[in-house]
C-alpha cells in the first residue's frame, strides 16, 4: 500500500521559514513525478512546487525564489523549504506522487499558519 505522509507544518510569522517532509512508503524513484499542493479556505487546491524523477523542477509563480523543493532518494523523502513565509501562503500542504499509469497518490496534509 502506497503511503505518504508529512510533518513539518506548523505556525510562523511573516518573514519566517519551515521545512515540509514528505516521507513514502515505498521507493520515491517509482514516482514520475513529486509535487507539494496546498488548499487554503475557501480556495482551490493549487499546485505549490514539483520535482521530476530526474530532478527537475518547477514553481507556482507566487512561490518562485522563495521555497525549493528537493528530494532524498535514500530516505525516500522530498522537502519544501519555504523562506520568507506571506500570510498568503497559509494553507494546508499536500504532498502528490504520480506513478509511471498517472496515480495520484495524496498525503493527509499538514497546516501552515502565517501570521502578519
Known amino acids: 500500500q502506497v503511503q505518504l505522509v508529512e510533518s513539518g507544518g506548523g505556525s510562523v510569522q511573516a518573514g519566517g521559514s519551515l521545512r515540509l517532509s514528505c516521507t513514502t512508503s515505498v521507493r520515491i524513484f517509482i514516482f514520475n513525478a513529486m509535487g507539494w499542493y496546498r488548499q487554503a479556505p475557501g480556495k482551490q487546491r493549487e499546485l505549490v512546487a514539483t520535482i521530476a524523477r530526474d530532478g527537475a523542477t518547477d514553481y507556482a509563480d507566487s512561490v518562485k525564489g522563495r521555497f525549493t523543493i528537493s528530494r532524498d532518494n535514500a530516505k525516500n523523502t522530498v522537502y519544501l523549504q519555504m523562506n520568507n513565509l506571506k500570510p498568503e501562503d497559509a494553507a494546508v500542504y499536500y504532498c502528490?506522487?504520480?506513478?509511471?499509469?498517472?496515480?495520484?497518490?495524496w498525503g493527509q496534509g499538514t497546516q501552515v499558519t502565517v501570521s502578519s
Open positions: 502528490n506522487g504520480k506513478s509511471p499509469s498517472l496515480t495520484a497518490y
